[in-house]
């Protein structure tokens, strides 16, 4: 597999920025940055943002700039950090969710020269001055159902995801569809969040977990981002097992959560920003998968054996995982998202 050329240039300064040499718990601080990341939320403990932090910091340092952050908490805020971000005169505002879609698109049409990286999402049209970078979630989510059903005892998983959308959907159903290509009998119940706080209701998350668990599920898949905390609540207390996203969220419930399907924000975010380096022309979306290391499953990570992930404790079946990711990417295997 050819290695990106901008490989090399982050391995030298990962070291780095590991060990601290971003100021302001992480955030860092340059009076000229080279690039701006902005938040669509407090930072706080979400690990998925923290990616964004640090993988524009590293990105950074491995092209040759400073970085600022700037967190936002609504809507108002968030376009003040993009009005403050074009008024710092940056190469690149690195964006992160769909709540940027439609600022994202405004702001780049009336700043023609400024150039913007939006992650996790995309609007359409493309300006020419964004770049975008979305995920193929399914695909990841597609090796934690292999896992689920060779696990489960009940032969019923469930899926408590935030909303009953197409986006929502590429996650629960590539779990069921990974489950019934090991089990082709294997019961799959999806449940969904909704409301006005869809992505961070751990009360109605471990609700719904629970009236899954009532009904038979032995294995639950959480997708429902702040609100996963009450789904591995549920686990814990029913002693069944649960997944996670995003992150490794294996230690948030010891003993409890299996396994995670995670997005590579840092190496995403560098790939779009050296592109914006290199002139590279803009007005573009890719999607990273398996293939373009840009999601996987913990279980499948150089620092697996640290995650505390149960799956460990089942060598044969990441052996079997691993060998499907290969065909998937290979191309042996093809897991379809909604819609397509």
């Not at 054996?305 to 404790?313: E, K, M, P």
Request: proline share 5%; charged share 20%.
């Amino acid at each position: 597999m050819r290695i990106p050329r901008w490989f090399g240039r982050l391995c030298a300064v990962l070291a780095v920025v590991a060990a601290g040499t971003a100021c302001g718990g992480g955030i860092a601080q340059n009076d000229s940055p080279a690039f701006v990341y902005i938040t669509n939320a407090p930072i706080g403990q979400n690990e998925f943002l923290q990616l964004g932090d640090t993988g524009t910091a590293a990105a950074a340092a491995a092209l040759g700039g400073g970085a600022r952050t700037y967190e936002s908490k609504d809507e108002q805020s968030r376009r003040a950090n993009i009005e403050a971000a074009i008024a710092a005169g940056p190469e690149a505002i690195v964006l992160i969710t769909y709540e940027f879609d439609d600022l994202a698109v405004e702001y780049a049409e009336q700043y023609p020269d400024q150039q913007f990286v939006l992650i996790d999402s995309c609007p359409d049209p493309i300006p020419e001055n964004l770049r975008c970078a979305t995920f193929k979630e399914h695909e990841a989510s597609y090796l934690l159902g292999v896992e689920a059903a060779l696990l489960s005892r009940s032969g019923h998983l469930a899926s408590v995801a935030a909303l009953d959308s197409p986006f929502f959907h590429r996650w629960s159903d590539a779990f069921a569809q990974g489950a019934r290509s090991v089990n082709p009998a294997v019961t799959d119940t999806q449940l969904f969040v909704g409301g006005d706080n869809a992505v961070g209701d751990p009360a109605r998350s471990k609700e719904l977990a629970l009236t899954a668990i009532h009904n038979g599920a032995d294995q639950i898949y959480a997708v429902t981002g702040g609100g996963n905390g009450g789904i591995f609540e549920a686990a814990v207390e029913r002693r069944v097992f649960a997944y996670g996203v995003d992150v490794n969220q294996c230690p948030l419930a010891p003993g409890r959560v299996v396994d995670n399907a995670i997005k590579r924000i840092d190496t995403v975010v560098l790939d779009l920003l050296a592109a914006v380096r290199d002139g590279v022309p803009g007005g573009t979306s890719k999607a990273y998968g398996l293939a373009e290391g840009g999601s996987t499953v913990t279980s499948l990570t150089d620092d697996a054996a640290a995650s505390g992930c149960v799956i460990l404790d089942h060598p044969d079946i990441v052996a079997q995982v691993r060998q499907t990711r290969d065909n998937i990417v290979a191309g042996r295997v093809t897991v379809r998202a909604p819609g397509e």
